[in-house]
């Protein structure tokens, strides 16, 4: 086989398709329930727009954009995620003279040059939502609660919140020198990335998940304990909110997420299942970033979730997608004398709407029978030459094994009253 997919890709085939399904319609059902408007932006942007936002000494930056130059000569990426896309048609549209907050969510696909591996993709799926213009604590708990609903409706038992704040750019700077100053004295334990975070980027030493650099940075100083009064007042003021809420978070004060643009509440979901690859989702409140675009200060805050490793994580954990309905007709006209009566009725039943099938391989009865059943079909109808002389038609519902004849209209009007009982 000469062509296969870029590695790291792959194709999304018919019979993956009901649990993507399932898990897009979770996710838009809660995004209407939480007051979410879609968004769709290009998967591609000027590259400036992820150095700006991600971060020019980000990995995401540094080691994992698809670039590529245009036959105009733009220098373009493809989107590593979405928020920075987002962020930019915030500006571009002038939402910020709609009334605040704007919220928004997304799907979609998003690219990073990485490793692969099992549930991480160099293309790969996410879905998420933006909530600009509101400094209110009770963003970041709003975000973090639909994150934990949208879990919960997957049928997720014992996943954990890992839950950060990363400070302004009031506390972090002064934070990042502390820091610096205790891992200098330890620095020949770190790994080569690390020795450049040192100067470039010490935050981003904390989530490093090299084991000697896990060792060097054990009993730092926290960032947690480190924030300025208003950092530290916001952080208290969304635990209390969500111990309203009865929702457990454990303080990691090693969470900084691999994004420069986090101010404030940091927070992740992990899995146990996963092994190493624990997260979920997570996201964060992002105050200076449409700043960092030249918008007007504007704040926001955000998540997004990974469709590949949830999918992987509901399998490990043995989670099943709800079970799919038999709906729609097949229609068994086995005689060729009697194909034209079946194929009338088959586009009456499509105009309509439902969902109706017919064989064109030359399949005997029993074979279509046996089709029918594997394609979850509600009814059958059955065309032989027996029925079709008296003019009835013979219809089998699969879902309770019963038979039964009806003349041509009242078949019609019995399934068309079936449809509508199935929608209500
Ligand atoms: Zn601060
Ligand atoms: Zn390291």
Not at 152 to 160: E, N, P, S, V
Request: net charge neutral; charged share 30%.
């Amino acid at each position: 086989m000469k062509h296969k997919a870029p590695r790291g890709t792959k194709d999304v085939l018919p019979a993956d398709m009901p649990a993507w399904h399932y898990l897009e319609n979770v996710f838009e059902a809660l995004c209407r329930a939480y007051g979410y408007a879609e968004i769709r932006t290009p998967i591609f942007e000027d590259v400036d727009v992820f150095i700006r936002s991600v971060g020019e000494k980000s990995d995401v930056v540094q080691k994992e954009m698809y670039t590529f130059t245009d036959r105009g000569g733009r220098r373009l990426a493809l989107r590593p995620e979405c928020t920075a896309g987002v962020s930019r048609a915030f500006i571009e549209h002038g939402f910020h003279n709609l009334p605040q907050p704007v919220k928004l969510y997304y799907r979609g696909p998003m690219f990073r040059y990485d490793r692969p591996q099992a549930g991480r993709q160099r293309q790969f799926y996410q879905m998420g939502i933006e909530l600009f213009g509101s400094t209110d604590p009770g963003a970041d708990v709003e975000v973090i609660k639909f994150t934990s609903a949208f879990f919960d409706r997957l049928g997720f038992k014992g996943l954990q919140l890992h839950l950060n704040s990363v400070g302004c750019r009031e506390c972090r700077p002064p934070y990042q020198e502390r820091l610096k100053k205790v891992v200098e004295l330890r620095k020949a334990a770190l790994c080569s990335d690390c020795q450049k975070r040192l100067q470039d980027n010490p935050l981003r030493l904390l989530d490093c998940k090299v084991p000697g650099c896990q060792a060097a940075l054990q009993e730092v100083p926290r960032i947690d304990e480190n924030l300025c009064a208003s950092c530290a007042a916001h952080f208290e003021a969304v635990k209390t909110r969500l111990d309203l809420l009865q929702i457990d978070y454990f303080l990691d004060s090693h969470l900084v997420r691999g994004l420069d643009y986090y101010t404030h509440t940091a927070f992740e979901f992990v899995s146990r299942s996963l092994g190493s690859q624990d997260s979920l989702g997570g996201g964060g409140r992002y105050d200076d970033l449409i700043e960092a675009f030249e918008g007007p200060p504007t704040p926001g805050v955000g998540m997004a979730v990974g469709v590949e490793r949830i999918l992987l994580a509901m399998e490990k954990e043995g989670l099943s997608l709800p079970p799919a309905a038999l709906e729609g007709v097949y229609i068994a006209a086995a005689p060729a004398s009697m194909q034209n009566e079946g194929l009338l009725l088959l586009y009456r039943l499509r105009e309509a709407g439902l969902r109706a099938e017919a064989d064109y391989m030359g399949r005997s009865l029993k074979a279509m029978m046996k089709h029918a059943h594997r394609g979850k079909y509600r009814f059958v109808v059955i065309l032989d030459e027996e029925t079709g002389e008296r003019g009835a038609w013979k219809i089998r519902d699969m879902s309770r094994g019963e038979q039964r004849e009806y003349a041509y209209e009242e078949l019609l009007t019995f399934l068309l009253s079936e449809r509508a009982e199935g929608e209500a």
